[in-house]
């Protein structure tokens, strides 16, 4: 399948979904007048929710910045702001390689190698989706009902520990020097040529997968503080909004055939918020959602343009 056919495809296929959610939206719009749901705008938690996407950006990148550093390269942290914001633009093309194909060209200006940039990017991928998940699965400590509704109650009572477990393991396993070397040898394979790269300490290896937790917590937060700037929301459920957020996307990543996700990440999110809205609120919600996370993507290049400028 050549490219072209592969891209459209994409976005047909990112279309069918969205007119779906859609369709549910209109048939099921009746059920919002049998319940009590109210929407009520308040424009501060928005406000900050889009501050605190910008801040969990800056957390993402210095979890790559960490793991390019240990590769032996150098890079501040302002040019990485810079360089992962303006890249990010890309990621709307279907294919989910257009942002590293920017990153490697920006960094490369700078000096640094562009093997060591897509090394740099395929830890930080592995890294961040492992993370992802695990705290994406998260949603289902927060509601051991649903897991007990499965027919699991034994399971949903000790799923709080084995989750803890879970992630403690994930960030020990990715601090490891033997993972680095695993992924780097992984990442030759595939591009078929010879990857040499020094492996950090254990120590050095805490620092990436810490940022990259505290990068989907800040990300969570601001998803619960967007929800809350349209419809009262409990602070007790915060935790399980934050796993919501990092499922949804890692369900959207993953599907690879769609230009970031669009549709999947969508569907996931309506089926998780389905637990506590009405349907019609959940796809609505799911949504403006997009629309929410495409704005604070944009201020965030805003806000890069502005500094860069000011400091020029």
Known sequence: ????????????????????????????????????FRFEF????????????????????????????????????????????LSNLTRYIPGNIWQVATLMVMLNARGISK???????????????????IIGAFFLVVRPDL??????????????????????LVVVVFALPATNRWIVALTARVLRRELAAPAPSFARGL??????????????VAFFLFIVSLTPLAP????????????????GYVSFVTPSGLGFREGALALMLATYFPTPIAV??????RLWSTLGELLGVVIVWLITRRWA
């Open 147 to 168: 897991v007990s509704a499965w027919g699991a109650p034994t399971l949903g009572a000790f799923a709080p520990l084995l989750a803890a477990l879970a992630f403690a």
């Open 1 to 36: 399948m050549n490219r072209s056919l592969k891209r459209i495809l994409g976005y047909a296929l990112a279309i069918g979904v969205l007119f779906f959610l859609g369709r549910v939206l209109v048939q099921t719009w009746d059920q919002v007048a049998a319940s009590d």
């Open 207 to 220: 620092a990436p997968p810490l940022f990259s937790t505290l990068m989907w917590v800040a990300n969570g």
């Open 42 to 85: 308040d424009a501060l938690p928005l406000a900050v929710s889009l501050g605190l996407l910008f801040i969990a950006r800056v957390f993402a990148v210095e979890a790559w910045r960490r793991i390019l550093l240990s590769l032996g390269e150098r890079m501040d942290l302002g040019f990485g702001v810079r360089a992962w914001f």
């Open 236 to 251: 007790e459920h915060l935790p399980a909004f934050i796993a919501i957020n990092a499922g949804a996307y890692w369900i």
């Open 284 to 289: 609505a919600l799911s949504l403006a959602a």
């Open 115 to 133: 093997t060591n940039t897509l090394l740099s990017q395929a830890i930080y991928t592995a890294l961040a989706l492992t993370i992802a998940g």
